[in-house]
């Protein structure tokens, strides 16, 4: 058995997220008051009391995901003796979950991590004013003909591929306009569906620049080490350990293509037999299962899911 644990992006989040961690287990609360303090306020009040409108904000949502993976990788930790370098041979997590996964293998602090999750949800609301940039996804397309019809519909406005999720899914993320014709246009490149997305920034895409030159400055001045696991990394789909190469991918990152599709499969075809979500939600968990179906997909997001998970899966301490 080979193992690579993910962990999930924005849209993932909801009021009420990691509460249950924090009341069964004392690791998980102070992991929370970590980031609490870290922030300099109380986000926590936030992820379990809401109002939802609040933590959809794209600076709370960010931190808040984060904070809940990092939890269950505590608790993993504390409660179960779980080490992740001696059982975890890759770990990858979807756009702004790959600062999740080098937090858990140990290249960035936590405290750093949210701080920098609350920066780059700041930098990229704030690159493309609220109405002037749209996303939408595509069901029935593979990557190719995603990027045609992107290219089809751009018309002199920015429409790019944000998202290669899995095969027959691909977010394209741009201009209002933009986005507004390639949803129409749809259909006669072999999209099934094409459904807008309710985000409030078109992220992964060149309007996102200015978001990016933010994070490239935020990323120099925090330390960042060798991860004690491989990060199979959003934009080249391959491991990378080196950390200049980190930064300049996470700065990379925030204009380019998640390129979800190939990061898992990149993981199949060397060896991983069982994958874990590690945080809220199922969403990579489906995911994992329509790139490649042989794998044994979990996910740990809550205080049953423990003892579950490493009983059937004989994960060890």
Known sequence: ??????????????????????????????????????????LTNIMWQGPEEKLTLTENAQPAL????????????????????DN???????????????????????SDTARLLRTRGQAMQAAVPVGEGAMAALLGVEIDQARELAEASAEGDVCQAANDNAPGQVVL?????AIERAIALASDFGARRAVPLPVSAPFHCALMKPAAEVMA??????????????????TL?????????IRKQLVEQVTGLVR???????????????????????????????????????????????Q????????SP
């Not at 009341?23 to 980031?35: G, H, P, Q, W």
């Not at 400055?217 to 959003?234: H, K, R, T, W, Y």
Request: glycine share 10%; hydrophobic share 45%.
């Open 217 to 234: 400055s935020a990323l120099e001045s925090v330390d960042i080490i060798i991860p004690g696991v491989p990060l199979i990394c959003n």
């Open 88 to 110: 975890v041979t890759f770990v990858a997590g979807h756009s702004l979950g790959e600062y999740a996964a080098l937090a858990a293998s140990g290249a960035i602090r936590v």
């Open 66 to 85: 984060m904070a809940v993976s990092m939890a269950v990788m505590r608790v993993l930790n504390k409660e179960f003796g779980f080490s992740l370098q």
């Open 1 to 42: 058995m080979k193992i690579a644990f993910t962990f999930p992006g924005q849209g993932s989040q909801k009021v009420g997220m990691g509460a249950d961690l924090a009341e069964k287990f004392n690791s998980a609360r102070e992991l929370f008051d970590e980031i609490d303090e870290a922030l300099g306020y109380r």
């Open 308 to 315: 579950t998970v490493i009983d059937e899966s004989k994960l």
């Open 173 to 177: 993320s741009g201009s209002k306009a």
């Open 260 to 306: 979800w599709r190939e990061s898992v499969q990149y993981m199949a075809d060397h060896g991983i037999t069982d994958i874990y979500e590690i945080g809220t939600g199922r969403v990579l968990t489906g995911l994992a299962r329509r790139i490649h179906r042989e794998f044994n997909a979990h996910s740990i997001g809550s205080p049953d899911d423990f």
């Open 237 to 245: 789909a391959a491991p990378v350990t080196d950390p200049q190469e």
